[in-house]
């Protein structure tokens, strides 16, 4: 991997990661704990409620990992290790990192 291809995954890990900020701080509101308001007219019911606090969160779960997994990508950048199989030190194919930038095996090793 040339350094024209490392700066062009950087720059989309770091798009990426700015991306899921943004996206944190919209969802915020969902996330909160649902309040039962029987005054209310034509909103949604309390279930439907919690159900959507319930997906919001687990979305907002899914999102911290991926802000981990793009961090962790930052630091092997720094460290010159980035591309490289974490299980078998190979070079990662350049084509899974454009689709995965984050990713942290080879094909090889992430199939078992």
Same mark, same amino acid.
């Given at each position: 991997?040339?350094?024209?291809?490392?700066? #062009?995954?950087? +720059?989309?890990?770091?798009?990426?990661?700015?991306?899921? $900020? &943004?996206?944190?701080?919209?969802?915020?509101? &969902?996330?909160?704990?649902? =309040?039962?308001?029987?005054?209310?007219?034509?909103?949604?019911?309390?279930?439907?409620?919690?159900?959507?606090? &319930?997906?919001?969160?687990? *979305?907002?779960? #899914? #999102?911290?990992? =991926?802000?981990?997994? +793009?961090?962790?990508?930052?630091?092997?950048? *720094?460290?010159?290790?980035?591309?490289?199989?974490?299980?078998?030190?190979?070079? +990662? &194919? $350049?084509?899974?990192? =454009? +689709?995965?930038?984050?990713?942290? *095996?080879?094909?090889?090793?992430?199939?078992?």
């Amino acid at each position: 991997m040339n350094d024209s291809d490392l700066k #062009r995954l950087q +720059i989309r890990l770091e798009e990426r990661h700015k991306e899921l $900020l &943004a996206v944190h701080d919209m969802g915020e509101d &969902a996330r909160k704990p649902v =309040e039962l308001d029987q005054n209310a007219v034509g909103r949604l019911s309390r279930m439907d409620a919690m159900q959507n606090q &319930a997906m919001a969160q687990a *979305t907002e779960r #899914r #999102r911290q990992v =991926e802000l981990v997994q +793009i961090e962790q990508a930052f630091e092997r950048l *720094t460290f010159e290790e980035y591309g490289f199989c974490v299980e078998c030190d190979e070079e +990662i &194919a $350049l084509k899974r990192l =454009e +689709i995965a930038p984050a990713v942290t *095996t080879c094909v090889k090793c992430a199939g078992g």
